[in-house]
């Protein structure tokens, strides 16, 4: 399923040009970054049961503050996740980048974003260049073209498997399901994305 403003003709256009860009850039040079939110007592959307029978499960109330993610993916598997409990609002979002993204910068990178307004927090744009690096934004509407919606995706699916249900347990659970990804993961997820590695 996409968003029905990709159909609009400015959208269609700022993609065709996001996309056209991505095949002329060395993707080992970009670093994603993205937030997601969890709640506890997630669960798979599936089961199994004998024949004929249902599948039936149990989860506790979904009470208590969102645990928000904060993270930012390389071609190569690096990167780092962090969690929030509430809101990740401009402060916090600045204090990821400056904490866990800028050190890993070098000249030549390219950051890439979307264009969510907590992204737009004081400074950060002039950080990111005084690295050497350079910042693009992802076209509107378009989390199909960010690499680490795919990451988000495999996190989720492993805490949904360890049903999670109290605040700890959701830590635990984001810690282990982070350990688990690996190099061919992300490589994987950029090409899907339409980064692809040039073969010299």
């Given at each position: 399923?996409?968003?029905?403003?990709?159909?609009?003709?400015?959208?269609?256009?700022?993609?065709?040009?996001?996309?056209?860009?991505?095949?002329?850039?060395?993707?080992?040079?970009?670093?994603?970054?993205?937030?997601?939110?969890?709640?506890?007592?997630?669960?798979?959307?599936?089961?199994?049961?004998?024949?004929?029978?249902?599948v039936y499960d149990s989860a506790p109330?979904?009470?208590?503050?969102?645990?928000?993610?904060?993270?930012?993916?390389?071609?190569?598997?690096?990167?780092?996740?962090?969690?929030?409990?509430?809101?990740?609002?401009?402060?916090?979002?600045?204090?990821?980048?400056?904490?866990?993204?800028?050190?890993?910068?070098?000249?030549?990178?390219?950051?890439?974003?979307?264009?969510?307004?907590?992204?737009?927090?004081?400074?950060?744009?002039?950080?990111?260049?005084?690295?050497?690096?350079?910042?693009?934004?992802?076209?509107?509407?378009?989390?199909?073209?960010?690499?680490?919606?795919?990451?988000?995706?495999?996190?989720?699916?492993?805490?949904?498997?360890?049903?999670?249900?109290?605040?700890?347990?959701?830590?635990?659970?984001?810690?282990?399901?982070?350990?688990?990804?690996?190099?061919?993961?992300?490589?994987?997820?950029?090409?899907?994305?339409?980064?692809?590695?040039?073969?010299?």
């Open positions: 399923m996409k968003s029905s403003e990709q159909d609009r003709a400015e959208i269609q256009a700022e993609r065709a040009a996001f996309i056209e860009w991505m095949g002329t850039v060395d993707p080992r040079r970009v670093k994603v970054i993205d937030e997601s939110g969890l709640v506890r007592g997630l669960r798979l959307g599936y089961g199994y049961a004998p024949r004929g029978e249902r109330l979904r009470r208590g503050k969102r645990l928000n993610m904060v993270g930012w993916m390389g071609f190569d598997g690096s990167g780092a996740v962090a969690t929030h409990p509430g809101t990740v609002n401009a402060p916090i979002f600045r204090g990821f980048v400056l904490a866990h993204l800028l050190p890993a910068l070098k000249p030549g990178d390219i950051v890439i974003w979307d264009n969510h307004r907590i992204h737009a927090a004081e400074g950060l744009k002039a950080q990111i260049e005084a690295r050497g690096a350079e910042l693009k934004p992802l076209p509107r509407y378009s989390p199909d073209l960010n690499p680490i919606e795919l990451l988000w995706s495999k996190l989720k699916h492993f805490i949904k498997k360890a049903r999670a249900d109290t605040a700890e347990a959701l830590e635990q659970a984001v810690e282990t399901a982070v350990a688990l990804v690996c190099g061919a993961d992300a490589r994987g997820w950029f090409e899907h994305c339409g980064f692809c590695l040039q073969l010299e």
